[in-house]
């Protein structure tokens, strides 16, 4: 039974939530669930009150295990734990290792991915996923997410939950390879995309037969606060295609003209590195005018990669541009075998087009220009633009100039009409 919730006001109250989630599990005889909420990455999701509602109801009469979507970042610490999902037990959750927790479940033909990338790309892709999601002795497994525009995909989350954050090296990898080939600025904020055909194709082959629910959220988080404007829970698409819609118009800011300016937030609980931190580039790359500026206060941000072996490879090659990483590619094992890497290199470049600086507290300034941006001082940008005193939005500083500000480039998706 699908179960369609959307704000008559704002947003849902927590009332309206908690009546949604209880239908979604009302007269199911329960004996072990697998939730596979979002980490710390998707904190404004409203996920951490869903997990928790669920974990609580649940917990009296079976027994529930939780294993956060981690993909590739790194793992949630208890502090985390606590501050998205509130008082569950830090023991209820299970760390998902990328590299080493997964089983094949099946193969998706390269004759398919030719045809759904125009040639681009025409390997096969083994469709990996946690080996838990293929456990028999679950009985519901309960995917909560948020679907918000997002640069690999199109538009986040329903099967991107199973196979990149709860997936494996070698899906995660072809999958944003493929993404990265294809051009992100065609898929952006858009359904039906080639990853997500991939990911539609592992569900309707390969767990046609597993007990997945889908628990999809739509949020914004004006000043800090969550507001979520639509739940949508199913077990097919329909509900993502809901979620979808929603988002599209709550999620995506069109700006008259290109942006000469922009001056991106990133709240350093949720924005340690920058393969995180790179979000400030994908989203506001269709709205940037050529020759334009990209300023990327990130105080919080002290490292390339999530994990040892990819940050090496970033602070390796840097991001140099899509023609050049992908010359890159051919020539290199290393990012060969790190498809995943080589795709973050493109999507983290503007390829010449305007000028990226990240205004860090502790990284050198000589590593952030070795990966190809500019640096500047976190202290001094905020004497110039300071966040605390930014309206979102078009912004006239002392000096005369006009920049706009995004406070969290997470959950939205800015397009310049001009070009779109």
Known sequence: MDIFVKAKNDSLTKEEIINALDKSIKGKSLKKVLLLPPDFTRFYSNAGLITNYYYHTLINHCKVDILPALGTHEAMSKE???????????DAFIYHNWRSDVVKIGE?????ISSITDGLWTESVDVEVNKLIMDQSYDLIISIGQVVPHEVIGMANHSKNLFVGCGGKRMINASHMIG?????????????????????????????????????????????????????I???????????ALAQEKNISFVDTGIKKCV????PKEFRSTWLGNKAI???????????????LAPGVTKFGEDLGVDKLIRKYGYVGRIKVLDLFKENADLQENMGAAAHLIHGSSDGRFNITYCVKNISKEEIEYVNFKAMDYDEAIKLYDPNKLQFGYNTLENGETIYFIPNPALGLWINKEKF
Do not use: S, W
């Open 80 to 90: 985390q734990c606590e501050e998205m999902f509130g008082d569950i037990p830090y």
């Open 108 to 112: 998706v033909p390269g004759e398919y």
């Open 180 to 232: 990265a080939v294809y051009g992100m600025e065609r898929m952006m904020g858009k359904d039906h995309t080639p990853v997500r055909k991939v990911f539609d194709y592992g569900c309707e082959h390969f767990l046609k037969e597993r007990p997945i629910m889908y628990v999809l959220t739509v949020t914004t988080n004006p000043g800090g606060a969550i507001h979520t404007h639509g739940l949508f």
């Open 234 to 244: 199913g077990i097919g698409r329909k509900c993502l295609e809901e979620a979808i």
């Open 264 to 267: 991106v937030y990133l709240e």
């Open 282 to 296: 994908y989203r506001t790359r269709m709205a940037i005018a050529d020759g334009g500026d990209l300023i990327i």
